[in-house]
């Protein structure tokens, strides 16, 4: 993680503000309006991957037109309104005339800082060659993206489309030197760690995990070429932390607790290189609920305390709340009935402070389900089964339709204390349920919880649905 001399350029000129499109967000924080629109969505049969940076971008003016499918799911979302109403650039003003009469360039052109600022922006110069058809669209959409990180000048980066997560096994040419990353490598590294996370809230992490790795080893290969700007080289430290962090949840999740720890340490690492608080609070989180899992929960408060008074000046009550939810499950781990109670009920009281402008980005999971959910788990890791499916069963019904793997996750929790809390046939239907989900979810986690709550049903096959789940848990493929 080395980091080169940046050296100075013109800054580029500075976008204008979409004010209308702030106001149409209100209240909401610009992680829980990108659901809003994740949902609006769905509803016309559009896949956008919208989320909290996409939404900031957008109303820092950053984005002057979306592309054509976030055009059609803003026009749903806010009927009668047109896009200048939404405080977009008509389409006609952003595609300029030079882009239309002008061939289109070579993917592998040399670009300078300047220009990868400005095309990053989705605000070409005068005379810049490009498909009229294409680089309007905003940067998460664009040729750079869409084939790599970047290609050329002796390096191949990962696909950032993932699409789904397609990387090919020989992504990085090691061997070969980096040139100096510019906005479009920093851009695409962003986008990858959002693909990860939102094929992860679909999927789960088993079938990600390797397939993950390519890029991560790219992100820190463009790190230590260092940056044309000092901008660009934050957001390269940022986003490799992010995504070593995201590579590290796919391990955590799949059950490969010595890689996850790896990662999160690289993640912590590069934080405290680049003097990140954000980032090294997110690193903490994670070691936190590794911790947990792994069977050390002296470690898992320990952690979940340092990353609070980290995180404390960030001003996130939400991202508090949920270092308190990690604390929790450390005193749970120690049996300290009491410790986790009080932690438990300082995550509530900062969740309720509400969602604001300083939740990180990764937190767009972080909701009423995620809260329901990790006290679900406190509560059954201290064997009160009542009070834990009480919580799990409402997380289950609170989440987003989005997060198919955390439904699978809570519905699981839900099935396991209903069948260790004597309560046979409606763990069999729980269970049944996330059966159900697995053709979509690949999760090691939420398998290792079916196979417990099997065993404690076997001695109750007769009760109502319980054969029926025991005979299709049986049926399932087993990792080979």
């Known amino acids: 993680m080395t980091s080169s001399t940046v050296t100075s350029s013109q800054p580029p000129r500075p976008p204008r503000p979409n004010l209308a499109f702030r106001r149409l967000r209100g209240r909401r924080s610009p992680a829980e309006f990108a659901a809003e629109v994740r949902r609006a969505a769905r509803e016309i049969g559009e896949q956008v991957s919208c989320d909290a940076r996409y939404i900031g971008r957008v109303e820092a003016g950053e984005i002057r037109c979306p592309n054509y499918a976030y055009e059609r799911v803003f026009l749903h979302l806010f009927p009668g309104r047109?896009?200048?109403?939404?405080?977009?650039?008509?389409?006609?003003?952003?595609?300029?005339?030079?882009?239309?009469?002008?061939?289109?360039?070579?993917?592998?052109?040399?670009?300078?800082?300047?220009?990868?600022?400005?095309?990053?922006?989705?605000?070409?110069?005068?005379?810049?060659?490009?498909?009229?058809?294409?680089?309007?669209?905003?940067?998460?959409?664009?040729?750079?993206?869409?084939?790599?990180?970047?290609?050329?000048?002796?390096?191949?980066?990962?696909?950032?489309?993932?699409?789904?997560?397609?990387?090919?096994?020989?992504?990085?040419?090691?061997?070969r030197s980096v040139p100096r990353a510019g906005a479009s490598e920093a851009g695409a590294l962003e986008e990858a760690v959002r693909r990860i996370r939102l094929l992860d809230d679909r999927?789960?992490?088993?079938?990600?995990?390797?397939?993950?790795?390519?890029?991560?080893?790219?992100?820190?290969?463009?790190?230590?070429?260092?940056?044309?700007?000092?901008?660009?080289?934050?957001?390269?430290?940022?986003?490799?932390?992010?995504?070593?962090?995201?590579?590290?949840?796919?391990?955590?999740?799949?059950?490969?607790?010595?890689?996850?720890?790896?990662?999160?340490?690289?993640?912590?690492?590069?934080?405290?290189?680049?003097?990140?608080?954000?980032?090294?609070?997110?690193?903490f989180c994670n070691t936190a609920f590794l911790a947990r899992d792994a069977g050390r929960p002296r470690e898992a408060v320990r952690t979940a305390q340092a990353a609070q008074r980290i995180a404390r000046p960030l001003g996130s009550a939400r991202l508090m709340s949920l270092l308190a939810l990690r604390e929790a499950g450390g005193w749970a781990g120690l049996a300290?009935?009491?410790?986790?109670?009080?932690?438990?009920?300082?995550?509530?009281?900062?969740?309720e402070r509400g969602a604001c402008d300083a939740d990180p980005e990764w937190m767009t999971f972080y909701g009423e389900a995620e809260l329901a959910g990790l006290e679900a788990q406190c509560w059954s890791t201290l064997g009160d089964w009542s009070r834990a499916a009480r919580h799990a069963r409402r997380a289950a019904h609170l989440q987003d339709p989005h997060f198919t793997r955390n439904i699978a996750l809570y519905t699981a929790e839900l099935a396991d204390d209903l069948a260790r809390g004597g309560r046979p046939d409606e763990a069999a239907q729980a269970g049944l349920g996330v059966l159900a989900l697995l053709h979509q979810v690949q999760s090691?986690?939420?398998?290792?919880?079916?196979?417990?709550?099997?065993?404690?049903?076997?001695?109750?096959?007769?009760a109502s649905g319980v054969s029926d789940f025991l005979e299709k848990h049986a049926a399932l493929p087993r990792a080979g």
Do not use: K, N
Request: some cysteine; charged content about 25%; hydrophobic content about 40%.
């Open 444 to 462: 090691s986690r939420i398998h290792t919880m079916l196979a417990g709550t099997a065993r404690v049903l076997l001695p109750h096959r007769r």
């Open 82 to 175: 047109t896009l200048t109403d939404l405080g977009f650039a008509p389409r006609s003003s952003v595609r300029g005339r030079a882009a239309r009469t002008t061939p289109r360039a070579s993917p592998a052109r040399s670009a300078s800082p300047a220009r990868e600022e400005d095309e990053a922006r989705g605000e070409h110069p005068p005379g810049a060659a490009r498909d009229p058809y294409a680089w309007h669209h905003d940067y998460e959409e664009s040729d750079v993206l869409r084939r790599a990180f970047m290609t050329g000048g002796g390096v191949t980066v990962a696909a950032a489309s993932l699409g789904p997560l397609a990387l090919a096994p020989g992504a990085l040419a090691a061997q």
């Open 336 to 351: 300290d009935r009491t410790g986790c109670a009080q932690a438990l009920a300082r995550a509530r009281a900062l969740f």
């Open 203 to 283: 999927h789960g992490a088993d079938g990600l995990y390797r397939r993950a790795a390519a890029p991560l080893r790219a992100a820190y290969a463009l790190l230590d070429a260092g940056a044309t700007r000092q901008a660009t080289a934050d957001r390269l430290h940022s986003g490799a932390g992010e995504l070593a962090i995201s590579v590290g949840w796919l391990a955590h999740d799949s059950g490969r607790f010595d890689d996850a720890r790896s990662h999160y340490a690289e993640a912590l690492a590069t934080a405290r290189v680049a003097g990140d608080a954000g980032l090294e609070a997110h690193a």
